[in-house]
């Protein structure tokens, strides 16, 4: 019997560090909801560091998260290195890309989560743009912390999928 509580204390343990969590934070809300029929530029943000070291492709896979989210909710969506920040409003085609959209990566950290109990982190924050009036419509942060039992297969990169999804499907519902 005391091995069987053993066993089922030990898959408990298991099930709850296997969740990753979220936060979400809205810094402004977005007034009107956006319209599927217009277009959307994402940029690539800077790479994201943590302490000393630079994640190398880590703007080019949030900027790939960012496009697939909305993808899902928009007719034509597409991701651009040729501008940073706001300097892209300046440059953007507004018949073809109403909303400008820049992710910008805050925090990212790869632990070796498995053997070190210490979680991969990422906190991502997107604004949005309306690109006719280059006026800020939507702002909202969100983070990320590994679940504890990852077996080595989490990366902070397995963060962005499901809050940025669901921060985007929240812009158009």
Same mark, same amino acid.
């Not at 400008?100 to 070190?116: C, F, G, K, M």
């Given at each position: 019997?005391?091995?069987?509580?053993?066993?089922?204390?030990?898959?408990?343990?298991?099930?709850?560090?296997?969740?990753?969590?979220?936060?979400?934070?809205?810094?402004?809300?977005?007034?009107?909801?956006? =319209?599927? #029929?217009?277009?959307?530029?994402?940029?690539? &943000?800077?790479?994201?560091?943590?302490? +000393? @070291?630079?994640?190398?492709? %880590?703007?080019?896979?949030?900027?790939?998260?960012?496009?697939?989210?909305?993808?899902?909710?928009?007719?034509?969506?597409?991701?651009?290195?040729?501008?940073?920040?706001?300097?892209?409003?300046?440059?953007? =085609?507004? #018949?073809?890309?109403?909303?400008?959209?820049? &992710?910008?990566?805050?925090?990212?950290? +790869? @632990?070796?989560?498995?053997? %070190?109990?210490?979680?991969?982190?990422?906190?991502?924050?997107?604004?949005?743009?309306?690109?006719?009036?280059?006026?800020?419509?939507?702002?909202?942060?969100?983070?990320?912390?590994?679940?504890?039992?990852?077996?080595?297969?989490?990366?902070?990169?397995?963060?962005?999928?499901?809050?940025?999804?669901?921060?985007?499907?929240?812009?158009?519902?």
């Amino acid at each position: 019997m005391s091995r069987n509580i053993l066993l089922m204390g030990a898959a408990l343990l298991a099930l709850g560090g296997c969740s990753s969590s979220y936060q979400h934070s809205e810094l402004q809300k977005l007034e009107m909801k956006l =319209d599927r #029929n217009v277009g959307v530029l994402i940029s690539t &943000p800077e790479n994201g560091w943590y302490s +000393d @070291r630079e994640y190398s492709n %880590s703007g080019r896979m949030t900027a790939n998260a960012v496009r697939n989210a909305f993808s899902k909710n928009a007719r034509k969506v597409a991701v651009t290195n040729k501008c940073k920040a706001e300097s892209c409003l300046d440059t953007i =085609d507004v #018949n073809t890309y109403g909303y400008y959209v820049q &992710p910008i990566i805050l925090h990212w950290e +790869d @632990r070796a989560t498995e053997w %070190s109990g210490k979680p991969d982190k990422l906190e991502i924050q997107i604004i949005t743009y309306d690109a006719k009036t280059k006026k800020e419509i939507g702002n909202s942060t969100y983070s990320g912390k590994s679940k504890w039992a990852s077996f080595g297969g989490d990366h902070p990169q397995d963060l962005l999928e499901a809050p940025t999804n669901t921060y985007v499907e929240s812009l158009y519902k």
